[in-house]
């Protein structure tokens, strides 16, 4: 889940919403709310094109036309590939199929703000209740689904106190998810200390969110990367590494392994976890821009990080990472 920093216009929250990535475990589904499960796993991993694909697929089957859940996330997943008109489109029809449906109302509310965001001020402004009146909808429907209370943290992040937002706000609702999901209020609180500038109170909170269930690898891996962002790299190897294990489906938890590893010298190690990864997820290639990445930053086997790179811009990257400019920017940097 990415939480944005607190801007100082109302019209932040329009440029950066978006809703939760991370999913809590739950029991085997069955048929169409397979389908989402899946999906939203898939999305979790960093595998968002699979999940697209997945979805594209469900939603054109007659059958499922009447699915509000199930359209109401294929509009979610189509916004993080930016199709802010598809997303809206079928998230107002999942919300007309069935206005009961609170995960409708919540990706109707997010395909609205990234809507509104190429609106004028002025006219942000005033789209900011409709978009309230939506999440508000979703929360009396089900105020304990997981991503109505990022919804929120997201809103408080994003405006200033006097438009409706806050720190404080945004606490509140983390403690909320905390009682629903222990893993996920905990990396709330950290993605919030992060916001506010607090670096130290966010790692404990991601070392609470490991310590909470140790056998779920959300925390673990959110507690690797951070300590891999500051640079401490012998300190995130044993968390990266048991994060891949607890779930090696993952194309992020293989890409920040293998580039840790070369961070610690170990290449033939990264070389095994980045073909293990290309079997799993081919169309997923993080761990190919970030190990190049590691390569140049210590020096070693430039020759292999251009090949990685060469490797990455074969196919589309996913949203949210390195675009196909900063491959060929880096890979230019090699010389």
């Not at 889940?1 to 950066?16: H, K, P």
């Not at 404990?204 to 891996?221: K, L, N």
């Not at 995130?236 to 590893?261: C, D, M, W």
């Not at 190990?291 to 020096?299: D, H, I, N, R, V």
Request: with cysteine; net charge neutral.
């Amino acid at each position: 889940m990415r939480i944005f920093s607190r801007a100082a216009a109302a019209t932040a929250v329009l440029a950066g919403m978006t809703v939760a990535a991370w999913a809590a475990p739950a029991p085997p589904p069955s048929g169409r709310d397979a389908t989402i499960e899946r999906a939203a796993s898939l999305v979790e991993w960093g595998r968002l094109k699979e999940a697209r694909d997945l979805l594209a697929a469900a939603v054109a089957v007659p059958a499922n036309a009447a699915d509000a859940r199930l359209l109401a996330y294929y509009a979610h997943v189509l916004m993080k590939f930016g199709d802010v008109s598809g997303g809206q489109r079928w998230a107002k029809r999942a919300v007309a199929l069935d206005g009961q449906c609170a995960s409708c109302h919540l990706y109707l509310f997010e395909a609205m703000a990234t809507r509104a965001r190429t609106l004028s001020t002025v006219r942000g402004l005033w789209e900011l209740p409709k978009l309230k009146k939506q999440l508000e909808q979703a929360t009396a429907l089900d105020p304990h689904l997981d991503d109505v209370q990022w919804g929120w943290i997201e809103w408080d992040l994003s405006l200033p106190k006097a438009a409706g937002g806050g720190i404080d706000d945004a606490r509140a609702h983390a403690v909320q998810l905390e009682q629903i999901d222990a893993v996920d209020g905990h990396l709330a609180l950290a993605s919030i200390a992060e916001a506010a500038d607090q670096p130290q109170q966010a790692l404990q909170e991601y070392r609470a969110a490991a310590a909470a269930a140790p056998s779920d690898p959300r925390g673990t891996f959110a507690l690797g990367r951070a300590l891999y962002q500051r640079g401490q790299y012998a300190a995130a190897a044993p968390h990266l590494a048991r994060a891949l294990a607890l779930n090696p489906q993952s194309a992020l938890y293989s890409g920040y392994q293998a580039a840790n590893l070369i961070y610690l010298h170990r290449l033939e190690a990264a070389r095994s976890v980045l073909a293990a990864g290309q079997k799993i997820h081919p169309d997923s290639r993080l761990g190919e821009y970030l190990s190049a990445q590691a390569l140049k930053a210590t020096g070693q086997d430039f020759a292999w990080a251009r090949q990685l790179l060469l490797s990455y811009l074969t196919v589309p990257p996913e949203p949210d990472q390195p675009t196909a400019a900063q491959g060929r920017e880096l890979l230019a940097a090699l010389g």
